[in-house]
């Protein structure tokens, strides 16, 4: 079945319905994508099981829905194939809130215009989740790719198999699966205020947490392609070895993390059904998040004693203790050696 919306952000039905009824929504979501995004619905459409596609683009202002029209046009298959644009440009945590509620199943595939789902990625997933109820995310390791889809590191950015709230206080460090290789149920959605923020890995992980548990399965499902216009390379600025790269990482990972606070005290002021005691670790976890943002922005004071207490406090923080300590290392250092 095939559907477009072009430029807009309702649906309308074309085509022939499909006959097996999908098992999962895969969210591609594109922005500025246009070179790429051909190879991502190719990708989608190959997957092993039968799905709902939508593939949005977030007003990119580029050719992204016109090089895929002929796929979309000539498309006859198992899948139901949707098309859309938001009416503006929202951001990567607004489009998918606005996406959750178009979709006709509960659970979420996210692809990116720019990466390769492999043909099996699908049916994985699901099948996790459904032998795994208490998972409301389930993502799984990568290889990343090159701009002509090419391997340069394979089986990259896994996570331990289940991640739990205690598991997030206890890691040392903060850790999150990654957004790009995600399954959620779409409850994480719906179920709470709307994702807001520039980067929604870490927030649906806690939103996971809070409610159930957070999955990561060790083979790769995805190509994940790395490039300078990575959100994620945005925010973990990397791209020179100075100071100035340094302190413009530091301060929008702390936004990053001060926003992802935000939205799991929001999640925890919303869900009064919650338990106690689930609802008192969120808190703690949001609490975390905001110790790093401060740990990172008090290194941006020059007078080094304002770097005190907030490490300090770091190192009391089970879940920051590592990062803490490596960051006092770095109190007698010039500032010349930062970012190296």
Known sequence: MVTTAAAQSSLSGVGTVADAPPVATILLVAYRMQDTIVESLESALAQTVPCEIIVSDDCSGDDSLQRIAPIVRDYRGPHRLRVRSTASNVGLCAHLTELAPLANTGLLVFLAGDDIAYPHRVERLVEHLRRHPQAMIVGSAVNDINSRGEIIKPRNRGQKPVLTQQALRQAGR????????????????????????????????????????????????????????????????????????????????AQMYHEVADDQDRCIDARPDLPAERRERGRELAAMYRLEARMREAMLESDRRRWLGPLWAGLRFPGLRRKAFERL???????????R
């Not at 929604?200 to 947490?209: G, H, Y």
């Not at 770095?330 to 500032?335: E, G, S």
């Open 329 to 339: 290392l770095k109190l007698p250092l010039p500032r010349r050696f930062f970012g």
């Open 174 to 253: 903060l850790v999150t699966v990654l957004g790009a290789s995600m399954a959620v149920r779409r409850e994480l959605f719906t179920g709470f205020p709307a994702l807001q923020g520039r980067v929604e890995d870490n927030a649906l992980q806690l939103r996971a947490v809070l409610v159930g548990e957070c999955h990561c399965l060790p083979e790769p499902l995805l190509g994940y392609r790395r490039h300078d216009s990575n959100l994620g390379s945005w925010v973990f600025d990397r791209s020179a070895k100075d100071e100035a790269t340094w302190r413009r990482r530091q301060q929008r990972v």
